[in-house]
DNA sequence: TCGTGTATTTACCAAATGGTCAAAAACACG
DNA sequence: CGTGTTTTTGACCATTTGGTAAATACACGA
């Protein structure tokens, strides 16, 4: 029949697995993995629970799936940094990727949030196997550039955390944000903000003054 | 006999009750309300399940309680902000504060992030009559400090979201940070960055050079 | 030591939840 | 249209979970 160990999946299965997945992404990052139910997902993709099951065979493939494709979609901007760039303009472009992706994705950003808060028991292999050697390669790349001269010289794990922490929080503490901001779209002066603090503390001491906020 | 409405505790009360809400503190944290079990914190507190109950109305009750404890604790560091001190020196201690309670107080700040992650449905009151009017106090401290031009001027709120995002990412996101770090301590080295990445961005074009990293 | 209010446990319960299964319905296609 | 396959459903099930009621054990002052 196939001479393919897999089938290929119909349209019905590709449509159906994408509503399931986009209503789980609505439910996990909103409640945590132990906070959703089935029923909810099932309720939010439109169908019936045991039709969800037809396609997962489980809540924890579910949730397995969505975290798979999640770390791709999350470490692109790092790949994206190129060390034939120029440093500052890469590190602030970076920021730039990582803030727009809390506005674009902030169910992504809080998925991610929920599954580390909670010690990562399920994407603990992804972090080890695929982040961890990114960052460090990009952790080289970073120190190749402060020991050339061309960025201030800080460390550069503790800079990257900075900007995934100030970029991120604007999607994971959006509750608290909303409240203390009331209805204003914080990305906008988030983006100001954050290209004057990373400039400030990444240009070289001997190029000339750092961009200083209100300082032509 | 007793004149007052509520009698004060035995000494039996005030310990169970203490030893429920650690547990509490330690379940909630790491899993989350939904996630956590009134089992799971009985077990870990050393009481049975129905016990718990004796002390406590349930598990909201519970929660609720530790979020309001929590409340205090979270605005102590800001509340400290004294607008008649050097401005530079008290907001890099408000950093140093900051990161202190992330290394002090890991589960309090994870209990924290839990709750707003989920769209802070038990904490939203809080916000608003507690942080709220504190958070808009010491913008405007922030902001009279700038005008005088004892610090740059940047946007005061995100300033402070930048402090809350970088300092309590480290409590928030242990996980991942191990992972990264593979076990040394980040704090100190956190600690350093931090200080040098505010103090760059806060200093007055004027004042002189900021204090650049690798420069003396 | 006794009696009374406090503390703790044992045995439950109802609802929620993840999951199963067989049969029905819908569908693709010659 | 008819037939074989895919998809969907309704009825169920076992476990977990928050919570209760009543009985029992305990502390402690008179």
Known sequence: MDDQLVKKPSRIQRRNRRRILDAALDVFSAHGFRGATLDQIAEQAGLSKPNILYYFDGKEEIHVTLLSQLMETWLDPLIALDPQGDPLTELLAYVQRKLDMSRDLPRESRLFANEILQGAPRMDPHLRA???????????????????????????????????????????????????????????????????????????????????????
Chains 1, 2 share one sequence.
């Open 130 to 216: 695929d982040l961890k050697p990114l960052f460090d390669d990009r952790c080289v790349v970073i120190q190749a550039w402060m020991d050339a001269g061309k960025l201030a010289a800080v460390d550069p794990r503790h800079l990257i955390f900075s900007i995934w922490a100030t970029t991120q929080h604007y999607a994971d503490f959006q509750a608290q944000i909303e409240v203390l901001l009331e209805g204003q779209d914080p990305i906008d002066a988030a983006s100001q903000f954050l290209q004057t603090m990373f400039r400030n503390l990444l240009t070289p001491a001997d190029t000339g003054a750092a961009h200083r906020p209100g300082v032509i």
